[in-house]
């Protein structure tokens, strides 16, 4: 069932606002799907877009490719920018918690079941760092940082976990790092009609956060807003 839309704009061109109910409508190939985000979450215009930050998770590991679908932030984060007077959307200003959808390029034109997933989910947990310690990784990122080795401008993976697979949704946790900025994303894949989306859950992290040893609690809160986006997604498309 198609839900309505309602649209006012804070930035010309740069921002749509949705009502609870709302549902951008997508299409996969020939496969129309509609994405629904979680609630208090409203999309940017295609414009308004980072162009990095593109991730496809395949059975040859992570990808720095994919597909954006949509690209939504805190509507009161946003419109406190508008009211402020600035006309940035993203740049310098922390957009706090982000969730983007994207659509896998290696699966693109297939059609995705819940083994495929599954098996992926699998593959993905062969090569990822559960068998190092936090402390480890933790000490390996801030050697990093320092060096300047994740300084570039293209993203870079530090290090991943597969959290779990919980029919339908493979879950992986991301912490990486570009020009220095560290973030941890949490990432549902699921199948949404045969087709591979994954929601893209993440925010920005300070180094006083991993000294604190904040971790588990903003991977905690970012896993169960991947939970809520995908539960939502699957439900408006079936």
């Known amino acids: 069932m198609k839900r309505s839309l309602l649209r006012a704009a804070f930035f010309v061109g740069a921002f749509i606002v949705l009502d609870e109910t709302a549902a951008i409508e997508i299409a996969i190939e020939d496969t129309r799907i509609e994405l629904v985000g979680p609630k208090g979450y409203c999309p940017l215009d295609k414009s308004s877009w980072p162009e990095s930050q593109l991730i496809d998770f395949t059975s040859d590991g992570i990808k720095k490719r994919g597909e954006r679908l949509a690209y939504l932030v805190d509507c009161e984060r946003v419109q406190s920018w508008h009211e402020g007077g600035s006309g940035k959307v993203l740049g310098d200003k922390d957009p706090g918690d982000i969730v983007d959808y994207q659509a896998s390029l290696q699966l693109r034109d297939q059609n995705v079941t819940s083994a ?70 949490v990432s549902a894949l699921t199948t949404i009609k045969s087709k591979l989306v994954t929601v893209h859950v993440s925010t920005r992290v300070r180094n006083m956060d991993l000294l604190k040893g904040n971790a588990e609690e903003m991977i905690t809160r970012l896993l169960a807003t991947s939970r809520q986006a995908a539960t939502a997604l699957i439900a408006a498309n079936q």
């Not at 599954?118 to 933790?138: H, M, N």
């Open 116 to 185: 495929m997933l599954e098996e992926l989910c699998d593959t993905l947990r062969k090569g990822d760092d559960s068998s190092k310690g936090w402390f480890e990784i933790l000490l390996e990122t801030i050697k990093g940082a320092v060096k300047g080795s994740y300084g570039g401008a293209e993203d870079t993976t530090v290090t991943y976990l597969v959290l779990g697979y919980e029919d339908p949704a493979c879950h992986v946790m991301r912490f990486s790092m570009r020009n220095r900025e560290k973030v941890y994303t």
